[in-house]
């Protein structure tokens, strides 16, 4: 049987993860835009950009005292989806 408190950790969890959704909605409407003003598919990966957004997160999460072991894996994955999001949603040639 679980007991009380982890039903409670498991419901604040829960709560954060909707908001989570919420963030990752408007993160995506933020790439649409972004998607909208590449001219090309190559453009799609810039990879100066991904190393200072990893290398950022990778300072904040120090001053955080966050594991940034954890944030870089979530990075590393939030971008991957994010680039094939834009492959997938690309109009142009």
């Known amino acids: 049987m679980i007991n009380k ?6 419901n604040d969890l829960d709560k954060l993860d909707n908001k989570l959704l919420d963030i990752i ?10 998607i909208r003003n590449k001219k090309f ?3 799609i990966i810039d990879n100066k950009r991904i190393s200072i957004i ?7 999460s120090i001053n955080k005292k966050i594991d940034p072991k954890i944030t870089n894996k979530i990075w590393k994955s939030m971008i991957r989806a994010f680039i094939d999001y834009e492959y997938r949603n690309f109009k142009k040639k």
């Open 41 to 43: 598919k190559k453009d």
């Open 54 to 60: 990893l290398k950022n997160i990778y300072k904040k």
């Open 5 to 10: 408190e982890i039903l409670k950790v498991r």
């Open 25 to 34: 909605k408007k993160r995506t409407k933020l790439v649409d835009i972004v």
